[in-house]
């Protein structure tokens, strides 16, 4: 049984479809991660996930039963952390406390704020009866992750949790989600940008793009802007100047996003060594790291700002001498590149 | 132009020595104020909810109106209050012209687009984020009506203090529909322009400085609670 | 939530507090009459005078309310008040023609005067009114008009109609201020032109002045000058609902021995201010 089943959900804002997800599930006791540019949908499927908004069509279903945002009790099973960490305008002690005085759950009230609020890192005797003006943006942060976690949910969506807080708080709020989940068993949807951190800790990564889910997996997407060139190939220039090149593009690419598979990626470190049908562009390798869900060894590769994953061989990586900072090679078959059309709605 | 010295020292005379006909003007001021701003207030504050967190068809126009209507004039409203309460007016068997609620009918008017209009922008303000804030927090419909006109409770009750201070120091309602009467409706502003006519300009000044103490003692008031 | 009630309680209750004694009592009460006046009789202090001994001769409430004369012609029209007492003949005579008054009763007179700069510009020191105003006129010399259709303004229009002159509008010499007589002459000084005012508020100009006022009295004494107050009932054929006994015992008393000595010692600044001429 999944947890959430999506079923031709559509959702329009000021008469523009921003999602439209024909089929798509969320397994119970998962980890589900959501990326992808800004504007993509994925605070408008979280809001969907969260209950807080009404899909404009289509339905969703919690544990195969239809929904409704204001029938039951389901946003008392699933909360939402949005992006901007809305304080209400009281102390922090009444913020955390807030959702439990909805439910009506007074019992140990003082004592589970100050758990939930060490959870995150806060000192309950010296941030508890602060008032909401007086926090950091990354306290206000993690007080907003607080009075989420004091309602101990079965779902929680997290809503770029580490997005522009300072980098203690981050380490604190992924702490405080990994508890939630290999502790108490929560679920969690997380958007995010810190494609690092879903890649460490998500069962599955989604990409979204233009309101879409592009499909499950690590796959290095490059958003354009594309420029035609010839009758079906495509260029983007990357922030460095060098050129990506892709074939099979759609007549009009400016607006749309192409792909390419780790397995279709070759790192060398010598420009010889590069197969001759191959096209390659220069760049550095930033990260090698242990993927903890299936045990490979994933590389990336920063060239021109945009990042490219790939899963090495352990053993080339090894005997070649691969070593974060090594400048690198990275073929790639031109045809090999998937595109993900936007389509040009009226 | 030394009877802006003189309305001082009146004015304090006046309040320390508990002058009948001054106090006679404050009651009816307040008596007429604190009508017309509960009124608007009951009226006002569930209507600009409604206009600043429903999205609806004609919401624009709806908002343009009541903006629109801020600045009714003052002797505009009176002059149409008299019209309806004048003995020859629909509701001249109501007897209430000339009297204080006639008054607070006036005020009502003057009060009501600037409640709405400000609470409105209020809830507005912060709609955005509050409602996913609150809807997440596990609220339902009543909670996240509570929860956000708490939230803008500080722009509500500037809301109110803006339009309290446009109903006190208002003259022509209280001088169209009240008349301007010696013990019953000689609010503080008409005794002033009363005071004025007559060439009493230090008198007009120190009712003029009254009326800013009472002023004061309402904003220090609601500022004590609003710390709470 | 708590406290905001808490804001909101103190101001219902306390409109709920003070609402109640003003409702039902201001209906229907027989001993309560209510007089639309003109500014002047209020503003020097005449009807705060009288009031006391009206009030222990006939056992009623007097209240009123001070307007301009067109405005308390119109509130008597509209049923609005149940006494007149006003200082516009021609307007008065008028409203009682077309019955919404009855029983004019002639109390008292004061009368206007023109002052003006020494200076005298136009040279009327000691003209009569006429005169006066033809050489204004020709001189081109300021003048301040009320121009709020007040008993003063409509005395002001009906002289220069009797001058034999087009009433002046829109010429740069004729300012029409459009407030009350004070305000008024406090303009015409400012700006060193002639006004015609009541003899009573001019009284009360110069003592503001410590007595020696920049403007002085040019014409006086011209029996068109006169300005002539009378009370007036508001017809009950045409408002059922008015007062008409009580407005009938203040205009008796008004009219009477008592009232009528009163208004003869009724003294401002120390200047005797209204002729009582009731018998006349």
Not at chain 1, 145 to 161: G, I, S, T, W
Request: hydrophobic share 45%.
């Amino acid at each position: 049984m999944s947890l959430y089943r999506l079923e031709n959900i559509e959702q329009r804002y000021g008469g523009k479809t921003v999602l439209s997800i024909p089929d798509w599930s969320v397994a119970e006791g998962t980890i589900t991660g959501l990326c992808g540019p800004n504007g993509s949908g994925k605070s408008t499927l979280l809001r969907l996930l969260g209950f807080t908004d009404s899909p404009a069509r289509g339905r969703i279903f919690f544990r195969d039963r239809a929904t409704d945002i204001y029938a039951g009790n389901l946003r008392k099973k699933a909360t939402l952390l949005p992006q901007e960490s809305y304080l209400l305008k009281r102390t922090v002690y009444r913020n955390i406390a807030y959702g439990l005085r909805i439910r009506g759950e007074k019992k140990n009230q003082r004592q589970r704020v100050a758990q939930a609020l060490s959870l995150v890192g806060l000192d309950a005797e010296s941030f508890a009866e602060r008032p909401w003006y007086a926090l950091s943006g990354g306290e206000a942060r993690r007080a907003a992750m607080a009075a989420r976690l004091v309602l101990n949910p079965e779902v929680l969506l997290l809503d770029e949790p580490t997005a522009g807080v300072d980098a203690q708080s981050a380490q604190m709020m992924k702490q405080a989600a990994a508890d939630a989940h290999f502790k108490n068993g929560v679920t969690l949807v997380i958007a995010s940008h810190d494609l690092q951190w879903l890649e460490d800790i998500c069962t599955d990564i989604f990409y979204m793009f233009d309101g879409k889910l592009l499909g499950k997996g690590t796959r290095t997407f490059i958003f354009g802007p594309w420029e035609k060139t010839g009758d079906n190939g495509a260029l983007c220039r990357l922030a460095d100047g060098q050129v990506f090149l892709a074939e099979n593009a759609p007549k009009d690419p400016a607006g749309a996003a192409a792909a390419i598979e780790p397995e279709e990626l070759s790192l060398h470190l010598e420009k010889q060594d590069i197969p001759p049908e191959k096209t390659a562009v220069k760049g550095i390798l930033v990260r090698l790291a242990l993927e903890k869900h299936s045990g490979r060894l994933r590389a990336s590769i920063s060239a021109g700002h945009t990042e490219f994953i790939v899963y090495p061989d352990p053993k080339s990586i090894h005997r070649k001498g691969f070593l974060p900072g090594s400048p690198v090679w990275l073929a790639y078959t031109p045809q090999k590149v998937k595109w993900f059309g936007k389509e040009r709605r009226p | 132009m030394d009877f802006i010295l003189q309305g001082l020292t009146e004015a304090f005379r006046l309040l320390l020595a508990g002058d009948e006909e001054t106090f006679s003007a404050v009651a009816a001021t307040l008596k007429v104020s604190c009508l017309s701003m509960a009124a608007s207030l009951a009226l006002g504050l569930p209507l600009g909810f409604l206009l600043g967190y429903l999205r609806f068809p004609g919401r624009r126009k709806i908002r343009m109106v009541v903006d629109t209507l801020l600045s009714l004039p003052t002797v505009f409203i009176g002059l149409m209050v008299y019209a309806f309460v004048s003995s020859r007016g629909p509701l001249g068997e109501m007897n209430l012209l000339f009297t204080l609620p006639g008054i607070a009918i006036g005020q009502t008017i003057l009060a009501l687009p600037i409640v709405i209009a400000l609470s409105a922008t209020a809830v507005e303000s912060l709609e955005a984020g509050l409602r996913t804030t609150l809807l997440s927090l596990g609220a339902g419909k009543y909670r996240l009506m509570t929860g956000i006109m708490w939230e803008a409770r500080h722009a509500i009750l500037a809301a109110a203090l803006t339009a309290y201070g446009r109903v006190m120091t208002e003259v022509g309602i209280s001088m169209m529909v009240g008349g301007n009467i010696k013990w019953h409706t000689r609010t503080i502003t008409t005794a002033i322009a009363l005071e004025t006519a007559k060439g009493k300009f230090a008198m007009g000044i120190a009712l003029g400085l009254v009326l800013l103490m009472i002023a004061f003692a309402v904003n220090a008031g609601v500022s004590f609670l609003r710390r709470k | 939530m708590k406290s905001f009630i808490r804001f909101l309680m103190p101001m219902v209750l306390a409109a709920a507090i003070s609402a109640v004694p003003c409702l039902p009592a201001a209906a229907g009460d027989n001993a309560r009459l209510l007089m639309a006046t003109t500014t002047s009789t209020d503003n020097t202090g005449l009807l705060e005078y009288l009031e006391p001994y009206f009030e222990e001769a006939a056992g009623i409430d007097l209240r009123w309310t001070a307007t301009g004369t067109g405005k308390a012609l119109e509130l008597g029209r509209n049923c609005d008040a149940d006494v007149l007492l006003v200082h516009a003949p021609p307007a008065e005579k008028e409203f009682v023609k077309n019955g919404y008054g009855k029983n004019r009763t002639q109390i008292m007179y004061n009368d206007f005067v023109i002052i003006g700069p020494k200076s005298d510009p136009a040279g009327i020191k000691g003209k009569s009114v006429l005169g006066t105003l033809s050489a204004i006129k020709e001189k081109g010399a300021k003048f301040v008009s009320r121009g709020d259709d007040s008993g003063t303004h409509k005395k002001e229009l009906s002289l220069w109609e009797k001058a034999g002159l087009q009433v002046p509008e829109k010429q740069n010499w004729y300012i029409q201020t459009g407030q009350g007589m004070l305000p008024s002459i406090n303009i015409a000084e400012e700006r060193s032109t002639y006004i015609m005012t009541d003899r009573g508020t001019y009284i009360k100009y110069a003592h503001e002045r410590g007595g020696n006022p920049p403007l002085e009295i040019m014409v006086e004494g011209d029996p068109v000058l006169r300005n002539q107050y009378s009370v007036i009932q508001v017809n009950p054929e045409n408002c059922p609902n008015v007062n008409a006994e009580a407005a009938r015992k203040f205009s008796r008393w008004m009219a009477g021995q008592q009232a009528q000595d009163l208004i003869g010692e009724f003294k401002l600044m120390g200047k005797t201010l209204f002729i009582p001429n009731a018998r006349q």
